[in-house]
């Protein structure tokens, strides 16, 4: 018998924790992808429910979450999914940062006409799925994620000025939805990222490239591909417009996570440290009041970010 891995062995804690209103929880971000994660660093999950007062009412009675259950639900509906922490044992059988998702927000959010870039940016990356409740389950996941990615040349075609193979895509891709947040990592991160799934993008990309190309939306140059004609100023306006709205919403979603995520200011300041290598030491009103004291070194952060990122 194969031996679980920490991933899976967390995730079934949380599926235990949760009373049977989980129907899967899937694995993405630094940890999965081996991406320099810190000996502290929180698995990213990514966990599909049926119903948000059933989950949180659940992790409430296992003791695994500290908010009062109505506000949590009801935050569930604001700007989703929801941020929160998952540690058993006070962190000591592992932390797990976890997007809450309902499948119905999980199915817009990936589907033609997204909200935002928030999950579709993370989940057309490389993703693993720890635990489904069924195999319907598993399939209906994993046919939500293969149809996000073959529906990438949708928002990526504006931004491909030159030409691209599939790797080259992936690339572009995580150029593009990187800067579509404000983040805290050095300026190289997508980079960095890029490196650690190289033949995911090719795997997953290939397809899509041959697919535009019968479509008409492609032509190919050489080994490469370039969109067959240059994308409009209307198409161009369009998805600047959505880039900036979406990145306008996850800048409103920290709001949020400062209810949602407990003990979000030290995982925050581990992450800077982390990333930009700079040892950060808040001051006791930055502490105490990080709503009103804490944003200019969050915006000081934010501006200085180093060009590459600190390698062990």
Not at 64 to 85: G, K
Not at 221 to 240: K, L, V
Request: hydrophobic share 45%.
């Amino acid at each position: 018998m194969t031996e679980s891995s920490p991933a899976e062995v967390l995730a079934g804690r949380l599926v235990v924790a949760a009373g049977g209103s989980v129907r899967a929880v899937l694995l993405y971000g630094s940890q999965l992808h081996g991406a320099r994660p810190g000996r502290h660093s929180a698995f990213d999950f990514a966990v599909l429910v049926d119903d948000y007062r059933a989950f949180y009412s659940a992790q409430a009675a296992a003791g695994e979450m500290h908010r009062p259950v109505w506000l949590m639900t009801w935050l569930a509906r604001v700007l989703p999914p929801t941020t929160i922490a998952f540690a058993p044992e006070g962190g000591q059988a592992g932390i797990a940062k976890c997007l809450i998702v309902s499948a119905r927000h999980f199915e817009r959010a990936l589907g033609p006409r997204p909200p935002d870039h928030f999950l579709l940016g993370r989940l057309v990356q490389r993703v693993h799925t720890l635990w489904a409740w069924s195999e319907a389950d598993a399939a209906w996941v994993a046919s939500q994620l293969a149809a996000a990615r073959a529906d990438v040349l949708t928002w990526m075609i504006p931004y491909l000025d030159e030409a691209v193979d599939a790797a080259g895509l992936g690339r572009r891709l995580l150029e593009v939805c990187y800067r579509g947040e404000f983040r805290p990592e050095a300026q190289d991160r997508a980079h960095r990222i890029f490196d650690t799934q190289v033949d995911h993008f090719r795997d997953t990309f290939q397809g899509v490239l041959e697919r535009g190309v019968a479509s008409g939306a492609l032509a190919r140059q050489g080994d490469s591909y370039r969109p067959a004609t240059p994308a409009s100023n209307a198409e161009r306006r369009r998805w600047r417009h959505y880039f900036l709205r979406s990145k306008t919403r996850a800048t409103l979603r920290w709001f949020k996570h400062m209810v949602t995520f407990a003990n979000w200011l030290p995982y925050l300041v581990q992450k800077v440290e982390r990333h930009t290598g700079r040892t950060i030491v808040l001051t006791r009103l930055e502490r105490t009041l990080p709503l009103i004291f804490l944003w200019p070194r969050v915006i000081h952060v934010l501006l200085t970010r180093p060009r590459k990122e600190i390698r062990s």
